[in-house]
């Protein structure tokens, strides 16, 4: 059953009548059963009664979780619980999958979700895929329950994460597919994944073209394709990634022969904005 909520902004007026700053949140974010809002740091003061006003007006929510921003190599947030139950383990379901995280601990981004349903819908049964930065299984779980691949390597580093993404594999079933390793994938490709992947995904968002020689070395001989997300200018984000590809490619002896699919992702800052290319590499 539809529960109709009042958006943020109308629970609002409790606290600053008809005359709302232009810069508190429009909305929050659901995660399972948990709000995540980003209160500016000038409005701290309000956090805990911002907190209970969400609380007490949407009865899809538990806890409420202030996120003051994503930080490091493991894109892990800063946040405190605000208000109500101060456990912050979810479940978020999403195309029949269930994934479990600590949404103050982990990131799982909402505005992915169209990728992540793309790739479910696209990888053959016969396929190894190498996921390298696996989160929490975002992208393995999806393409190991709606694809049944053959093999997927699911490489994360950071121990949190990982935790999550073993349960999660057992949660959906899908232990007969996904191997999770921990660790760093620079590392774990080449000492155990070299020439073993028909398809590589790439999801991460803060230098990733760093990581291409890595994907290049786990991709079979015969080559395979690359979803690659990166984070570029605005300006001439399509081309830069595809630059970086080709260029990666040519390092490793290979050559970038079809960009498959471009997509802009989502905006990601001032002038910035979160690409994925998928490219056939021979
Ligand atoms: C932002 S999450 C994204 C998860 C998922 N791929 C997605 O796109 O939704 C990126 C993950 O990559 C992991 N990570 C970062 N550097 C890594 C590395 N060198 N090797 C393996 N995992 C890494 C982080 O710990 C984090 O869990």
Same mark, same amino acid.
């Given at each position: 059953?539809? %529960?109709? %909520?009042?958006?943020?902004?109308?629970?609002?007026?409790?606290?600053?009548?008809?005359?709302?700053? #232009?810069?508190?949140?429009?909305?929050?974010?659901?995660?399972?059963?948990?709000?995540?809002?980003?209160?500016?740091?000038?409005?701290?003061?309000?956090?805990?009664?911002?907190?209970?006003?969400?609380?007490?007006?949407?009865?899809?929510?538990?806890?409420?979780?202030?996120?003051?921003?994503?930080?490091?190599?493991?894109?892990?947030?800063?946040?405190?619980?605000? #208000?109500?139950?101060?456990?912050?383990?979810?479940?978020? $379901?999403?195309?029949?999958?269930?994934?479990?995280?600590?949404?103050?601990?982990?990131?799982?981004?909402?505005?992915?979700?169209?990728?992540?349903?793309?790739?479910?819908?696209?990888?053959?049964?016969?396929?190894?895929?190498?996921?390298?930065?696996?989160?929490?299984?975002?992208?393995?779980?999806?393409?190991? %329950?709606?694809?049944?691949?053959?093999?997927?390597?699911?490489? /994360?580093?950071?121990?949190?994460?990982?935790?999550?993404?073993?349960?999660?594999?057992?949660?959906?079933?899908? /232990?007969?597919?996904?191997?999770?390793?921990?660790?760093?994938?620079?590392?774990?490709?080449?000492?155990?994944?070299?020439?073993?992947?028909?398809?590589?995904?790439?999801?991460?968002?803060?230098?990733?073209?760093?990581?291409?020689?890595?994907?290049?070395?786990?991709?079979?001989?015969?080559?395979? $394709?690359?979803?690659?997300?990166?984070?570029?200018?605005?300006?001439?984000?399509?081309?830069?990634?595809?630059?970086?590809?080709?260029?990666?490619?040519?390092?490793?002896?290979?050559?970038?022969?079809? %960009?498959?699919?471009?997509? $802009?992702?989502?905006?990601?800052?001032?002038?910035?904005?979160?690409?994925?290319?998928? #490219?056939?590499?021979?």
């Amino acid at each position: 059953m539809r %529960v109709k %909520v009042k958006s943020l902004r109308e629970m609002l007026k409790e606290i600053f009548g008809e005359d709302i700053p #232009a810069d508190i949140p429009r909305k929050y974010k659901i995660y399972g059963d948990i709000a995540v809002v980003k209160i500016p740091s000038k409005y701290r003061h309000l956090k805990k009664e911002i907190g209970d006003l969400i609380l007490k007006n949407d009865p899809r929510i538990r806890s409420v979780v202030n996120i003051e921003k994503i930080h490091g190599t493991f894109r892990e947030p800063i946040a405190e619980v605000i #208000a109500g139950d101060p456990n912050t383990v979810t479940t978020i $379901i999403e195309n029949s999958c269930r994934f479990k995280l600590d949404v103050a601990k982990l990131m799982f981004c909402l505005g992915n979700q169209h990728e992540r349903v793309r790739l479910a819908n696209i990888v053959f049964s016969d396929e190894v895929v190498v996921d390298m930065f696996a989160g929490v299984g975002q992208f393995s779980i999806p393409i190991a %329950v709606h694809c049944k691949p053959e093999r997927i390597f699911a490489i /994360e580093i950071n121990p949190t994460a990982f935790r999550f993404l073993v349960e999660n594999i057992f949660i959906n079933h899908v /232990e007969e597919v996904i191997f999770p390793i921990l660790g760093n994938c620079r590392e774990v490709i080449p000492a155990f994944l070299k020439g073993r992947a028909d398809r590589i995904i790439m999801g991460f968002i803060e230098y990733t073209n760093r990581y291409l020689d890595a994907a290049l070395v786990a991709l079979r001989d015969k080559g395979g $394709i690359i979803h690659f997300h990166n984070v570029y200018n605005s300006e001439d984000a399509i081309e830069m990634a595809i630059s970086d590809i080709k260029d990666a490619a040519e390092r490793s002896r290979r050559r970038l022969v079809k %960009v498959i699919h471009k997509r $802009i992702v989502k905006e990601y800052g001032p002038k910035l904005v979160h690409v994925v290319i998928d #490219a056939k590499i021979k």
